[in-house]
């Protein structure tokens, strides 16, 4: 081969190899805007609502027009579609975090549930101002601005959680025998209802306290329920 053709072969390789740094770089750039708009969307529509929340003042904090805006997102639809999945992986990995942690301390399951729960007390103990709000919960109030999807991909993600909890309940139950006729699934439920009931609590109250003391609440009424 001759060195005129060893070094156009070169230079073809660098072009390839520089193509796709170019595009990485762009693709990181355009998902951090996105992620910085649902994360302004986020604390605007706990604090206010989803119809108090305009897309003008969305582009305006995170500091790009309105044509970036439905680059990223089509409508305030797809806003929230997007919104909600984020919310629910983040709540995901927290479970995973706490109850996973809490697992593989002990592998009695009622004392791997105790200890989960009381991981996830003193996480949102330490939450600066307390815990931000629901999201799920600011679906369900304002449900008709939403199309079937965003309500669909709502409630999914409770059951979710709530099929999550009662695999604990149910391993729990193979071992312990609860000591009052209870319906498994509703006792899984209460702690989706106690987190949600203590966000609002807490901030009718004013006291970010409460949610820290629910959890640990439902704790003592687990370790009560399943004592023998």
């Known amino acids: 081969m001759s060195e005129r053709a060893e070094d156009l072969d070169a230079a073809a390789l660098r072009q390839r190899e520089t193509v796709p740094t170019v595009k990485s770089s762009e693709t990181r750039k355009g998902a951090a805007t996105r992620d910085r708009i649902m994360e302004i969307a986020e604390a605007s529509v706990l604090a206010k609502g989803f119809a108090a929340t305009s897309i003008d003042e969305l582009i305006a904090e995170a500091g790009i027009t309105k044509s ?14 997007e919104m909600l999945r984020r919310y629910v992986a983040e709540n995901d990995q927290v479970f995973d975090d706490m109850f996973g942690r809490a697992r593989e301390l002990s592998d009695d399951p009622l004392q791997a549930f105790l200890l989960g729960l009381k991981f996830l007390s003193e996480l949102v103990r330490d939450l600066p101002g307390g815990h931000p709000g629901c999201l799920i919960a600011a679906v369900c109030y304002q449900e008709r601005l939403f199309d079937h999807e965003v309500l669909k991909l709502n409630s999914d993600s409770i059951r979710s959680w709530n099929a999550r909890f009662l695999e604990y309940i149910e391993e729990i139950a193979e071992v312990y025998s609860p000591r009052e006729p209870v319906a498994l699934a509703d006792v899984a439920n209460m702690l989706s209802c106690i987190m949600d009931g203590a966000i609002i609590m807490s901030k009718a109250l004013k006291d970010p306290r409460q949610l820290e003391r629910q959890i640990l609440a439902y704790r003592s009424y687990i370790k009560l329920l399943f004592s023998r």
């Open 68 to 81: 970036g805006f439905f680059y990223h997102f089509k409508d305030k639809n797809e806003l929230a579609r």
